[in-house]
């Protein structure tokens, strides 16, 4: 079956440091989403890009914050100067067009920890 | 968006049935009900989704009376590997572009 795939797994950076967060896409999948979940709350909608260009971001996506599709299967997200309270779960997930039911597709996440 | 309301945690027993209930008095007439499953340190995965009536699947049934305004996922015979947090999400369907907003979710813990 097929997966949204996520690297790395873990990633430990300092504080101020850019991280580059990787995501592969189901390859039919059109739409593409970054969440975060800091730990013990809620996940939380980032960003959302479909057709090479942001379609919708929320306010935790800030100008620190940028996403790329680089080529045809890479999704990324990168954090230019990390800070403490970056420190998160992050979820890539993706969807078909055209489905007969919302199904999302989620990764397994990468760990950040900004020290 | 319709405002969703679920339990925080609920405690069952293996082989058990397990109905968790969520309350969405505002929802509208196009919304849909959607539920997701998220264990420990996993990306959400989805499990079911209904507008009416009753949908069922390999994993759950989702019961939602006439009037919508509360919906019930229903997992027959738990196991420990059910122990998870669940989701229930309210919105449009889309079709394609669907950005997800998540609650606290209900944890549901199976004990042997």
């Known amino acids: 079956e097929p997966e949204v795939t996520q690297t790395p797994s873990h990633q430990v950076t300092q504080m101020g440091q850019e991280v580059i967060l990787r995501c592969v896409p189901i390859s039919n999948h059109l739409y593409f989403y970054w969440y975060r979940q800091i730990l013990g709350q809620k996940v939380e909608f980032l960003v959302s890009f479909y057709n090479n260009e942001i379609s919708e971001k929320s306010e935790i996506f800030d100008d620190q914050f940028s996403v790329e599709r680089p080529d045809g299967s890479n999704f990324t997200l990168k954090i230019r100067s990390t800070k403490l309270e970056d420190s998160a779960m992050y979820f890539c997930?993706?969807?078909?067009?055209?489905?007969?039911?919302?199904?999302?597709?989620f990764g397994p996440g990468t760990r950040l920890t900004v020290l | 968006l319709a405002k969703t309301t679920q339990p925080i945690s609920m405690d069952s027993y293996e082989g058990q049935e397990v109905n968790i209930t969520c309350s969405h008095n505002n929802i509208a007439t196009n919304d849909y009900i959607t539920w997701y499953q998220q264990f420990p340190s996993q990306g959400p995965r989805f499990i079911i989704q209904?507008?009416?009536t009753k949908v069922t699947n390999e994993v759950a049934s989702l019961f939602i009376p006439a009037d919508r305004k509360s919906s019930t996922l229903s997992l027959p015979r738990v196991s420990l590997s059910d122990t998870a947090v669940y989701y229930c999400?309210?919105?449009?369907?889309?079709?394609?572009?669907?950005?997800?907003?998540f609650g606290a979710g209900t944890r549901l813990a199976v004990h042997p």
């Open positions: 999400l309210v919105g449009a369907f889309s079709g394609g572009y669907n950005k997800l907003i």
């Open positions: 997930a993706s969807n078909a067009a055209g489905i007969d039911m919302d199904e999302q597709f």
């Open positions: 209904g507008y009416k």
